[in-house]
């Protein structure tokens, strides 16, 4: 009955994906919205990076949703992940070189990180690619030195108060009588470090979210018994 | 700008912040989750008057739509986002080992189902569906048994696989019209979207977002994991979540998609959904499996509601949502001292004849026995079907009609061992006191309602019929133009 139902799912799928390529006008595919967004984004938000206008000012919301499933994913790994015995063997001290090559590439790391992450309103990166980045910085000691460990609870406080920072920018500018999640603070000259308002003070709080969300997993993923 | 907003903000700022609350003060953690729901509560009743004179859209940020993302808000949304805040307080979930998890779960669920109501954008939605689902594995694999784990696995299996369909939906329509707008969509559906394109993108959303709405033949999931999750959790993803699921299939419909093969689709999914739902109850051995494909049958009812062309199928659709989000908690909350083999709750109602007394009453409800609300639901849905005169709306009758007797058979089999001369062997465990409660405060809710069907009934006729219309929707949105051109 299953392989029976499974059949006719992918014989229905494959039918309507050919009748769909039969019919669709590829040469003729209707892009309005970024042209229009090329034409306004500079002067509405300020930034040079008009992606960056798209993820934190016109689609801030999906942002702050895409980041919340980040939250709860790592959540939901905290508590599904990382319990192990007592007397579990874990994974034995890497070498000398990969050693020194973490304690070398922290610092590296580090900056490459927050480069990237100041500079998202600027240049491609932002928030998401410099998170990820910082994440490595802090999971790769824990590579080396498999028996060392991340405070958990330092890390979900971290997330906590970046994700909060988000929403409270928001809230704020609900203060000053506009909308929620509208930017504030002076756009500045544009391509400037110092510009588009509040997009990069967001950026950083998702940046710092992201961060510590995923070292928090991977720590939690290493934290999982070793295999004989 | 408007306090809306803060129904959706207000929580998931909470679940942020409840790990470092929780540092200061233990008993502010437990407390402020169920105060900012009560708030936001508040806040939505608070607008729902003024929604009745005009709907109200809000654009995210500022921005203009069909740039920036519209929230829309009508007494129809407003009613399911205060049904997600309003049941997520009543269900809140109780948990010795994981409370402070379990209630940030609660808040993000909450936040996010109101958001989902009240979004008035298509990828919106889908980031908002999707925040649901993975909290929703959460609040399931939260029980910390094996059992959880693994119907949550299929679950999300299940899940993603919806999830891609949706998507693509989403991409086809996005590709014939250049937007994601629903108001514009509106505008843009008539010319391009009502042709095979059209239908294709429909049938993948329906089946992506049937997921949840425990749609025939995307519903392998329910069963497993009401009987494995909690039962407040179970309460809350049969009563309110499979709803909201619905109310977005239901806008689609409305606004974009006016195919005639779209309807035709939903009544035979809908059918057997019933069918299989209502057989699979029948066979069950089990108070939440039966629970649990009984939801599968009632929402193949709701699927069979929404094939009726016009206002009428709506209406009939949104009777039966409001009477089962009232029911189902319900019988839920009473299921959780009663799990396990229906054998052994003989002679169950004379430790708890309270409980008992309800679950008769539900039980009629459900098997649409008049005049309780139930039967008028079903009413609805069953009267315009009769006037279409057309062979597959009769046999939608008369599959309903079959599904009302096995329903019959097999409740009153559960009710039949509940009042048992011979009690079982084990002694029967007395439900706690807030489980209890609930379930009567939802129960009699609904009893109630039979003392003012014709108000309510009116009321449900103005929701539906504002939710029906389209040209306030696209006015109130009022979406500005986009110069059409290619990519140079």
């Given at each position: 009955m299953r392989r029976f139902t499974a059949a006719l799912f992918l014989l229905g799928l494959g039918v309507m994906i050919a009748a769909i390529y039969q019919h669709m006008d590829f040469s003729n595919t209707a892009v309005n919205a970024g042209q229009a967004i090329n034409a306004v984004a500079a002067e509405e938000t300020g930034a040079a990076n008009f992606v960056t206008s798209v993820v934190l000012a016109y689609r801030g919301i999906d942002t702050l949703l895409e980041l919340t499933i980040l939250f709860t994913a790592a959540m939901i790994g905290g508590m599904v992940l990382g319990r192990r015995r007592v007397d579990a063997p874990r994974d034995p001290d890497a070498g000398f070189i990969l050693r020194t090559g973490a304690d070398l590439l922290f610092p590296l790391l580090l900056v490459v990180g927050l480069y990237i992450i100041l500079h998202g309103h600027l240049t491609p990166g932002g928030?998401?690619?410099?998170?990820?980045?910082?994440?490595?910085?802090?999971?790769?000691?824990?590579?080396?030195?498999?028996?060392?460990?991340?405070?958990?609870?330092?890390?979900?406080?971290?997330?906590?108060?970046?994700?909060?920072?988000?929403?409270?920018?928001?809230?704020?500018?609900?203060?000053?009588?506009?909308?929620?999640?509208?930017?504030?603070?002076?756009?500045?000259?544009?391509?400037?470090?110092?510009?588009a308002g509040t997009l990069p003070i967001l950026y950083l709080a998702v940046g710092i979210k992201v961060g510590s969300e995923l070292a928090g997993l991977l720590a939690h993923l290493a934290e999982a018994e070793a295999l004989d | 700008m408007n306090l809306l907003v803060l129904m959706i903000a207000l929580p998931l700022l909470t679940a942020f912040l409840l790990s470092s609350i929780n540092r200061i003060s233990t008993l502010a953690a437990r407390w402020i989750g169920p105060l900012v729901l009560l708030a936001t509560a508040v806040i939505g009743l608070s607008v729902w008057p003024q929604l009745g004179a005009a709907p109200l859209a809000l654009q995210w940020g500022g921005f203009q739509a069909p740039l920036g993302i519209t929230l829309y808000a009508d007494q129809f949304a407003l009613l399911f986002a205060l049904a997600m805040t309003i049941g997520t307080l009543l269900l809140w979930p109780r948990s010795a080992e994981n409370q402070l998890r379990s209630s940030s779960l609660a808040l993000l669920l909450a936040g996010t189902g109101s958001g989902l109501a009240l979004s008035g954008d298509l990828f919106n939605i889908y980031v908002f569906y999707e925040l649901m689902t993975v909290v929703s594995y959460g609040l399931i694999a939260g029980r910390g048994t094996s059992g959880s784990f693994a119907s949550t696995l299929r679950y999300l299996v299940i899940s993603g696989f919806g999830a891609a369909l949706a998507l693509a939906g989403i991409a086809l329509v996005y590709q014939a019209t250049g937007t994601l707008n629903l108001a514009q969509l509106a505008q843009l559906a008539p010319e391009k979207l009502n042709n095979l394109q059209g239908f294709a993108a429909f049938v993948l959303m329906l089946i992506g977002f049937g997921v949840k709405a425990e749609l025939f033949p995307v519903n392998m999931w329910v069963p497993e994991v009401y009987a494995t999750a909690s039962s407040r959790v179970s309460a809350l993803l049969a009563g309110v979540v499979s709803k909201l699921a619905l109310l977005i299939i239901m806008r689609l419909l409305i606004l974009v998609f006016h195919q005639p093969e779209a309807l035709t689709v939903l009544l035979v999914l809908g059918i057997l959904g019933v069918a299989s739902g209502e057989l699979a109850a029948w066979r069950a051995r089990d108070l939440n499996r039966m629970l649990a494909f009984s939801s599968i049958g009632q929402l193949?009812?709701?699927?069979?509601?929404?094939?009726?062309?016009?206002?009428?199928?709506?209406?009939?659709?949104?009777?039966?949502?409001?009477?089962?989000?009232?029911?189902?908690?319900?019988?839920?909350?009473?299921?959780?001292?009663?799990?396990?083999?229906?054998?052994?709750?003989?002679?169950?109602?004379?430790?708890?004849?309270?409980?008992?007394?309800?679950?008769?009453?539900?039980?009629?409800?459900?098997?649409?026995?008049?005049?309780?609300?139930g039967f008028w639901a079903k009413l609805l849905v069953i009267m315009p079907m009769l006037a279409l005169d057309q062979p597959l709306y009769y046999l939608a009758v008369f599959v309903m009609l079959a599904a009302a007797s096995l329903e019959a058979n097999y409740l009153f089999r559960v009710v039949m061992k509940l009042y048992d001369k011979q009690p079982a062997a084990t002694s029967h465990k007395v439900h706690a006191t807030a489980d209890l409660a609930t379930a009567l405060f939802l129960g009699g809710g609904l009893i109630a309602a039979v003392f003012m069907l014709v108000p309510l009934a009116d009321r449900l006729d103005s929701i539906a019929a504002q939710a029906t219309d389209v040209s306030t929707y696209i006015q109130t949105v009022a979406p500005q133009q986009l110069q059409s051109g290619r990519v140079q």
């Open positions: 928030g998401f690619q410099g998170g990820v980045i910082l994440a490595s910085a802090f999971f790769l000691p824990l590579l080396a030195r498999p028996g060392s460990s991340i405070n958990q609870d330092v890390i979900s406080i971290v997330e906590g108060l970046a994700g909060a920072t988000f929403i409270i920018i928001g809230l704020l500018a609900m203060f000053d009588g506009k909308e929620f999640l509208t930017p504030l603070l002076d756009k500045g000259e544009l391509g400037a470090l110092i510009s | 193949g009812v709701m699927f069979i509601a929404l094939s009726i062309p016009g206002n009428a199928g709506i209406f009939a659709a949104l009777a039966v949502m409001v009477h089962h989000l009232f029911l189902k908690p319900s019988m839920f909350l009473l299921a959780e001292r009663w799990g396990g083999s229906i054998e052994k709750l003989a002679g169950a109602a004379r430790t708890s004849p309270i409980a008992a007394a309800l679950f008769v009453l539900l039980a009629l409800s459900l098997i649409g026995v008049p005049p309780l609300p």
